[in-house]
């Protein structure tokens, strides 16, 4: 029988297929793995049981397949073809390698919590996005759900809705078949169940919320029972708290499982969306329960309807509707994303290597007229995460395209795949696959970001420039070292990166992004390590002037350029030089960072905040971007925009002690030393070498009155900095908090003497100056430093 079947299978597949071997089956289908030869892919065949393929329509049997084969979306398997083998109908779809949910049950029982959510996120995410074109799935059940690279995929979709039109025509009936692709007793609806001709979208909700409960317990709520039973149960019976089958739920998702068991579909979350929100919420945590979506209590009526059309129905149905399809086109088409490539070969060395494309793809599309290309700290926010989907990612960056992928470097060849996604849809707008040598890397850039600009076209009126590259492989893998250890930051790791960017400038004198990456280097180590100003400056300077004597038309040269001239109090080379760089790149977000404190270091503190804005629009994940702009906001006097940029910065990264420290001097600015206090001494704990910032702290001891800390914390700073390994500047902010103007201006003549980076990077106008602001010494520093000694912060009211 079995090689009969799949002999007709063969022949109505023709040449082009062969099959391999039978997988097995369910209830409704018998199913075989097969090759397409033509695409070089392993496909699945589901052929129909022959109880299942009596009688269907064959021809409208396919024309339903063929509307759910437009599902195309990361988390459902897509239907490719249907057909007719001897009279039974089949369908076809890609070969998924990995375990179904069901295995994974039988195998291991009930899943971690961590996992349980990833697992119902992934699936609610292709719900969403089925649900907005039309399509319910009908049979959501561990059995048609495949775990595979680390995400959970829906399978059979569609199905439901093709047999029962095939069957009935499109006004639909009632099939008895329990357990078949029309639902399954466990997972069932009641208004399923109970032959509802109102049956919707929120039928495979409910399904949803049977396989979180069988997830976190092991089982379904009414295990064990019959068919008829089951539907029973479904219909009238209320489900086991989940917290009594797994006590360690938290109660959040306790919550949200039980809402979504609801009998009366009005009152579960409405749409998979609200489940992906309610799961995505930062509040899921709490200890307290909290409402996901209110709704009015349930109909004591429909209850009881349903209960009674139960017990009087024997059969399962499957009744569908047609949502109205959105045209919307998507927000941001001409902004994309290149999220950070993974590193598939296993070896954490070639990380480097992953990132450095991510970086020059990023770069080669920064380039293209017409195209904004979100920043790269905002793009690394999601690296190493699979719990985000491309639509919230849209949502959060602005951008209408996502571009991510997969490299692996084995030996000398590299195999790249990338996948660009229209996160309006979820839609696939192009993916390749590649494999190349790697000394065909840089052609193997150009191609991809040819193809990108192609897939993204019409709506693009610009085309990728040429771009000048090493063409030596050597000092082009260095260059990609540097840059890794470069975003590590830290004193070693700029070293570090210092030492590759120079091997790589010695093996090919004319390789500008080496020298921008030299520069780079040495403009950074005076602020993060001891290395003095003096003596790095001077050399980073030369290094950027020679990369933008080699690529007059590189933006990020220019940006480079600017910071070091910035770093080296040269205001107007730095606003020259920014200015340069925006122009050839008005989305730069760097180039607008260092502008913004640039202008504000000169006394115009709005301007500043306008630039700081517009990085942070296009930088939104960046704590530092919002951290600055919280500082500049209160210095331009606009308290509540600085507390609320500053809570923000904050929420995206608690533990960076920038967020804190700029927070602080916000609350400084507005009279507030005991809240300054709090977020400045959190800032002082999580990085004690931020030493401006622990001045700053002392400052505010001071001005709440807790002089003896005060004292500590100036006596102990003092001593770092006779050592030099403190903030000059940040003793004497200590000493004006206590009110000691002597050795406070002694010690700010030592940082402008020694051109203290910190001095440099915040200026002279913040108002811990205010009590020497007119005395001879703080005027002489401040105009040696090219600054107005008379500006000064508004204070700030709370």
């Known amino acids: 029988m079995t090689d009969d079947l799949q002999s007709r299978v063969q022949s109505a597949l023709g040449p ?31 052929v129909l049981s022959p109880e299942l393929g009596a009688g269907l329509n064959v021809e409208r049997f396919r024309r339903e397949i063929q509307l759910a084969a437009g599902l195309q979306h990361p988390h459902i398997v897509p239907v490719l073809a249907a057909g007719e083998a001897s009279g039974l109908p089949y369908f076809m779809m890609p070969y998924v390698a990995g375990d179904s949910l069901r295995a994974r049950l039988r195998r291991t029982g009930a899943l971690p919590i961590a996992e349980v959510v990833a697992i119902v996120r992934d699936v609610a995410r292709g719900l969403a996005f089925a649900h907005e074109r039309g399509v319910v799935h009908r049979d959501i059940k561990p059995d048609n759900v495949l775990l595979a690279g680390g995400s959970a995929t829906v399978t059979d979709f569609g199905v ?41 979208h929120r039928a495979d909700l409910y399904a949803l919320g049977v396989v979180a409960y069988e997830l976190l317990a092991g089982s379904t709520p009414f295990d064990g029972r019959t068919p008829r039973a089951l539907l029973a149960a479904q219909m009238a019976e209320a489900p086991p708290p989940i917290t009594e089958r797994r006590p360690d739920t938290p109660p959040a998702l306790a919550e949200l499982v039980m809402q979504l068991l609801q009998k009366d579909p009005a009152d579960r979350p409405q749409t998979a969306d609200a489940v992906l929100a309610a799961l995505d919420d930062p509040d899921a945590t709490r200890s307290q329960p909290r409402t996901i979506a209110a709704a009015p209590p349930p109909s004591r009526h429909h209850r ?19 949502m109205r399809r959105r045209g919307a086109p998507p927000a941001g088409a001409d902004a994309v994303a290149v999220l950070p490539f993974v590193n598939s070969g296993g070896d954490a060395q070639d990380e480097y290597f992953s990132d450095g494309m991510t970086d020059e793809l990023t770069s080669a599309l920064s380039q293209v007229r017409g195209l904004r290309v979100a920043s790269r700290t905002s793009a690394y926010a999601y690296k190493g995460r699979r719990d985000v989907d491309v639509r919230q990612i849209g949502r959060q960056l ?52 040819s193809a990108i600009v192609a897939a993204l076209a019409p709506r693009l009126t610009g085309k990728l420039p040429a771009r000048r590259q090493t063409a030596d492989l050597e000092a082009y893998d260095l260059y990609l070292r540097g840059r890794y250890l470069w975003h590590a930051r830290g004193d070693s790791a700029l070293r570090a990166a210092a030492g590759l960017f120079a091997q790589a400038i010695e093996r090919d004198p004319g390789f500008a992004d080496a020298h921008a990456g030299l520069a780079d280097a040495l403009a950074l180590l005076p602020v993060y390590g001891l290395t003095s100003a003096d003596s790095a400056l001077p050399i980073a300077r030369r290094e950027a002037e020679r990369a933008v004597a080699l690529d007059s038309l590189n933006a990020d040269a220019y940006a480079t350029l600017g910071l070091v001239a910035k770093s080296a109090g040269d205001w107007a080379g730095a606003e020259r030089a920014l200015r340069r760089s925006l122009a050839l790149d008005p989305n730069g977000a760097a180039a607008h960072q260092w502008y913004g404190e640039v202008l504000v270091i000169t006394g115009h503190p709005a301007e500043g905040a306008a630039q700081m804005t517009i990085a942070r629009r296009l930088d939104p994940l960046s704590p530092i971007v919002a951290a600055e702009l919280s500082f500049m906001l209160a210095l331009a006097g606009d308290s509540a925009a600085a507390f609320r940029e500053g809570a923000s910065a904050v929420a995206l990264a608690p533990t960076l002690w920038a967020t804190h420290a700029f927070l602080g001097s916000a609350f400084v600015f507005s009279d507030r030393p005991a809240a300054a206090v709090s977020e400045l001494a959190q800032a002082v704990t999580l990085d004690s070498n931020v030493t401006i910032f622990t001045g700053i702290l002392g400052f505010a001891l001071g001005r709440a009155g807790r002089l003896d800390s005060a004292r500590a914390v100036a006596s102990r700073l003092e001593a770092r900095a006779l050592r030099h390994a403190a903030s000059p500047a940040g003793v004497a902010i200590a000493y004006l908090g206590l009110g000691d103007a002597a050795r406070a201006l002694t010690w700010f003549e030592r940082a402008v003497e020694e ?24 005027v002489s520093g401040a105009r040696r430093l090219g600054l107005d000694p008379a500006l000064r912060a508004p204070a700030l009211t709370h």
């Open 304 to 322: 009881l309807l349903l209960a009674t059309a139960g017990i009087a129905a024997l059969l399962i149905v499957a009744a569908g509707i047609v």
């Open 16 to 46: 082009g297929y062969h099959i391999e071997r039978e997988l097995g089956g369910g209830g409704m289908s018998r199913v075989f793995l097969a090759d397409e030869e033509a695409l070089g892919r392993k496909v699945v065949v589901k």
């Open 160 to 200: 439901a809705k093709a047999l029962s039109s095939a069957r009935y025509g499109e006004g639909g009936g009632s099939l008895t078949l329990v357990g078949n692709s029309l639902g399954t007793p466990a997972y069932m609806a009641p208004e399923q169940a109970a032959a509802d001709p109102d049956t919707d």
């Open 755 to 778: 051109k203290d980076q910190f001095l440099l990077a915040i200026g002279v106008s913040p108002r811990w100056f205010d009590p020497v602001r007119t005395d001879p010494r703080f």
């Open 398 to 449: 602005g951008v209408g395209a996502v571009l991510e992928g997969t490299i692996r470097r084995d030996g000398d060849r590299i195999r790249l795949s990338a996948r660009l996604t229209g996160t309006h849809d979820g839609l696939t707008v192009w993916s390749e696959q590649y494999e190349r040598k790697v000394a065909d890397v840089f052609k193997l850039q150009d191609e991809l970001s």
